[in-house]
């Protein structure tokens, strides 16, 4: 589950998602016969994909398409309240490639990236390696992949 936030402090989604906080740049809109002025920001739009291979079940990429992004913006995972498994140890390989140019992500803090583009569209893309099973049983909020079916976002 990805949810977009505006502030730039935002953390809290389920584990194995990700925050998108931006601040964005505003319009003003007049109204025709009105006397007032209202400020509309560009709307953010979230699109992603997974991608599992079948010949390697010890992870599976992800692919965020954003639309509207700022100068610069963050990407976040949240910990879940009630079992932290930290699951920022096994996402690796984040790289953003905008439309408008070249982009820097810096790992600000263990689950949280800062991207630096010139705004436009970014396409954000991850790996998500997967901790090694669990013997006997797997608690059953823990993401697995197996020739069968698996569980890739958590709660």
């Known amino acids: ?5 505006r502030h730039p402090f ?23 016969g009105a006397n007032h002025v209202r400020l ?3 709307q953010t739009a979230i699109a992603y994909t997974l991608r599992v291979d079948s010949s390697n079940l010890s992870g599976f990429d992800v692919e965020l398409r954003i639309r509207n992004v700022p100068d610069t913006f963050r990407l976040a995972m949240a910990a879940h309240p009630e079992y932290d498994d930290q699951f920022w140890r096994f996402v690796g390989d984040v790289n953003v490639v905008a439309t408008s140019g070249t982009s820097i ?6 689950a949280l990236w800062r991207v630096v583009t010139r705004g436009g569209d970014a396409l954000v893309r991850y790996r998500v390696s997967l901790p090694e099973a669990e013997v006997p049983q797997r608690a059953s909020w823990r993401p697995f992949l197996s020739p069968s079916g698996g569980l890739v976002g958590g709660p």
Do not use: G, Y
């Open 10 to 32: 935002t953390r809290s989604v389920l584990a194995l998602s990700f925050s998108v906080s931006t601040v964005a740049a505003q319009t003003s809109v007049r109204n025709s």
């Open 40 to 42: 509309v920001r560009p």
């Open 105 to 110: 992500v810096v790992r600000e803090d263990s």
């Open 1 to 5: 589950m990805l949810i977009l936030s």
